[in-house]
């Protein structure tokens, strides 16, 4: 085999896309990954939008933001009194960006552990080979590559608003939100969904007076509603200005402001000018310069790639993952794919289980979830008891000064199998894994409610919640 020639090329080196080659690479193929990111200084940048402008430097934000609420707000109860606090936001940009610095590094690190062959550039199919693809590299590396099987894992970019394209001064998509230069006094967010949240929220925190215009008439729509309306109340009380039904109208810029044109879900017309808009109304899947005509790759007339149930495109020996296809746009239903996908190619049975990913909204509180709502199971008319529990009465809660929220159970109304855990409150992007393992092996609520968990725990509050269901609460 010459060098130039793979087993398995992956296009995309986002978390669908380097999973994916580590895994074909742990299974003993020949692999290589094409990712064209390229950091401030054009050097490479593997992690795609999780790393890059995505997951991982939001997740540091709201950290950093939350510990400055915190000390402006929290501390006193503690005892711990502050003078001359201080927002130090070019330290927490530059916090943010070397934590990016270090994922993009240690996935450059874990290609070499593996033996990935890395090109840091565009990959485009141009046409078939002998068995298999010609893939051109160009950009920073210039190369032609042919592989038996490729996985394509181009991602996804923000969907822009028609008249609001995105500058990253003004118009903002998740890239230019995640570093703006000062706190804005007065922040517009459109799209009330995960990422207009979080970042609605590290502004809020930092000192911007922020609003969120969202369309649909329901706040958090996909959320249980009994978890979607204690989150409401919660984020309303911190000062985030939400609200629903709007319908956006006219976008203008002027030089150092931005206004929105809307009707308000009563119908009243608004005018409002802020510093900066955050617009966060989705993400469309990218194929831009892949080359997909050269070979006719099908995809559907939104541009995701077309793939049936295991990731198999339209031609034999091509898979696409990750946000670049259906499903939840989220890093990990992208990674499960990568190497379900790696897995099949070896001729082994990849899994991935849609019905226990689990979501997480990373606002404070936090709010988690994996399986069916409440909402789903009434429109399905599928019989359900349901319990939950508050953080109010649980021990550490209490001593971590955070009391928001609760844990809720959906059960089967015969069986008692887990069809779905709802929870909003301190840190349950942690706890949610509990419920996540226990719906992969199909428990039910009293498998949870018998197992021994540690006091004082957050954890405490799952057990509580499962015994919920049988509406015997120990501690409620
Ligand atoms: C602000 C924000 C916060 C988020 N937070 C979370 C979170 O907390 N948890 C979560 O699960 N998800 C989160 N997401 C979603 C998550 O980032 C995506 O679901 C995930 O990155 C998708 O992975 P992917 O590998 O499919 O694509 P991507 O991560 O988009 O990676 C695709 C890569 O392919 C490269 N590429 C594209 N075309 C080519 C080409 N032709 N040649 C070479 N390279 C190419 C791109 O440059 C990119 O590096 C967040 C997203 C945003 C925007």
Not at 92 to 104: A, E, G, W
Not at 248 to 270: C, H, L, M, P, R
Request: include cysteine; charged fraction near 20%; hydrophobic fraction near 40%.
């Amino acid at each position: 085999m010459s060098d130039k020639q793979f087993d398995v090329v992956v296009i995309g080196g986002g978390p669908g896309g380097y999973i994916a080659a580590i895994r074909a690479a742990q299974l003993g193929f020949k692999t290589a990954c094409i990712d064209e990111w390229a950091n401030a200084k054009g050097g490479p940048a593997p992690g795609g939008t999780c790393t890059n402008v995505g997951c991982i430097p939001s997740k540091a934000l709201l950290q950093s933001s939350e510990h400055f609420e915190h000390a402006g707000h929290a501390f006193a109860e503690h005892g711990i009194n502050l003078s001359g606090l201080e927002l130090n936001l070019p330290q927490m940009l530059k916090r943010k960006d070397t934590i990016v610095k270090q994922n993009n590094d240690g996935i450059l690190f874990l290609f070499k552990k593996n033996k990935v062959t890395f090109f840091h550039g565009r990959g485009a199919f141009a046409g078939k080979a002998e068995g298999g693809y010609t893939i051109n590299v160009s950009g920073p590396t210039t190369d032609t590559l042919t592989a038996k099987n490729v996985v394509v894992a181009t991602g996804s970019n923000a969907r822009e608003l028609p008249g609001a394209a995105f500058d990253e001064k003004l118009i903002l998509s998740n890239t230019g939100a995640l570093a703006i230069d000062a706190v804005p006094g007065k922040l517009g967010v459109i799209g009330a969904g995960v990422i207009g949240l979080e970042m609605g929220s590290v502004w809020r925190r930092v000192g911007a007076d922020v609003t969120v215009l969202e369309g649909l008439p329901t706040f958090l729509g996909a959320v249980d509603e009994q978890i979607a309306k204690e989150a409401h109340k919660l984020f309303t009380k911190q000062g985030l200005k939400i609200s629903l039904g709007c319908k956006i109208g006219a976008i203008t810029k002027g030089e150092n402001s931005v206004t929105v044109e809307y009707t308000d879900g009563a119908g009243a017309a608004q005018n409002v000018t802020f510093d900066r808009l955050i617009i966060s109304i989705g993400r469309v899947p990218n194929t831009t310069g892949l080359g997909i005509e050269t070979v006719g790759l099908q995809v559907d007339e939104r541009g995701f790639v077309v793939v049936d149930d295991e990731c198999r495109t339209s031609l034999p020996g091509v898979w696409a993952v990750g946000d670049v296809v259906r499903g939840p746009m989220l890093a990990h239903k992208a990674e499960e794919e990568g190497v379900a996908v790696a897995e099949r190619i070896a001729g082994q049975h990849g899994h991935v289980n849609f019905n226990t990913i689990p979501w997480v909204i990373y606002t404070s509180p936090e709010i988690a979830w994996v399986g069916k709502t409440e909402q789903q199971l009434k429109a399905e008319g599928v019989a359900y008891k349901a319990g939950s529990f508050p953080f109010m009465a649980n021990g550490r809660a209490r001593a971590l000064g955070d009391t928001s929220g609760m844990v809720k159970f959906i059960a089967d109304a015969t069986t008692d199998e887990i069809l779905g855990v709802h929870m909003v409150g301190p840190m349950v992007s942690e706890l949610i894994s509990e419920a996540v393992v226990a719906m992969e092996f199909k428990a039910s609520s009293e498998d949870i409610a018998r197992i021994c968990h540690a006091h004082p725990s957050l954890s405490e509050s799952t057990k509580e919640a499962a015994l919920a269901v049988d509406k015997r609460s120990l501690n409620f």
